[in-house]
């Protein structure tokens, strides 16, 4: 299993873009074009059919290595033994989270602001999501925070960062430039004609 060091292109099976039915084969795409970890985000869904879609997933990321992280259900990354699980800040507490999804289980936290992130980086996590940099679609209730601040989070956290929100392969470079190391990627790749491909270029730019 990939460690989490060493992921740079974080994907995201968001709900809002995937049909339930595809899911296991975009993740397939995702992981072919070198995306190196995937999170389940469907918001809208009951506990039954997360559960229903992390089983359809786990298996293709567990076959190739990759980490699979449950965005908000602790317990169904549990029941499928998920490597990771992601909390947003009004979520429930970390140590609850642990304690559903097991002990051995990587949390990463969403994050706003340099504070945010700090509180967030002196608790128990394992990544932090830090965001969202660009106006976005995928999470609009949220205003954007710019890339003035990205340079200045990673001199102060030394835990895994993954920049988040409007980020494509167009702004990439500027992205990169402003200080990001690791970036999550949404609707740029789950709207792209060829995910793979797109993926592909993603990877080329980061590391
Ligand atoms: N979280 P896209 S921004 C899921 O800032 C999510 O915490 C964010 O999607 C945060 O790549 C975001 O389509 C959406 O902009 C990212």
């Known amino acids: 299993m990939k460690r989490l060091e060493d992921c740079l292109l974080y994907g995201i099976l968001d709900m809002g873009y995937v049909q339930p039915a595809d899911v296991a084969r975009v993740a397939s795409q995702m992981i072919e074009g070198g995306v190196d970890i995937i999170?389940?985000?469907?918001?809208?869904?009951?506990?039954?059919d997360v559960q229903w879609l992390a089983e359809q997933i786990h298996p293709?990321?567990?076959?190739?290595?990759?980490?699979?992280?449950?965005?908000?259900?602790?317990?169904?990354?549990?029941?499928v033994r998920a490597e990771g699980v992601h909390l947003?800040?009004?979520?429930?507490?970390?140590?609850?989270?642990?304690?559903?999804?097991?002990?051995?289980?990587?949390i990463g936290k969403s994050t706003?602001?340099?504070a945010q992130a700090m509180a967030a980086a002196g608790d128990d996590t394992d990544y932090i999501g830090f965001g969202p940099l660009y106006a976005?679609?995928?999470?609009?209730?949220?205003p954007p925070i710019g890339i003035d601040e990205v340079r200045t989070v990673h001199e102060m956290i030394k835990k895994p960062i993954f920049c988040?929100?409007?980020?494509?392969?167009?702004?990439?470079?500027?992205?990169?430039?402003?200080?990001?190391?690791?970036?999550?990627?949404v609707s740029g790749i789950l709207q792209a004609k060829d995910?793979?491909?797109?993926?592909?270029?993603?990877?080329g730019m980061l590391g």
């Open 60 to 79: 293709v990321t567990s076959d190739a290595g990759v980490p699979f992280v449950v965005n908000d259900y602790p317990d169904v990354a549990g029941a």
């Open 112 to 114: 706003h602001s340099i």
């Open 136 to 142: 976005t679609p995928t999470k609009p209730e949220y």
């Open 88 to 106: 947003g800040q009004d979520d429930m507490p970390l140590e609850k989270a642990r304690g559903l999804a097991g002990y051995r289980t990587v």
């Open 195 to 203: 995910m793979t491909a797109y993926c592909r270029k993603v990877k």
């Open 39 to 48: 999170q389940l985000r469907a918001k809208k869904f009951s506990t039954v």
């Open 164 to 185: 988040i929100g409007g980020i494509k392969l167009e702004n990439l470079q500027k992205v990169l430039e402003a200080g990001a190391k690791r970036v999550v990627i």
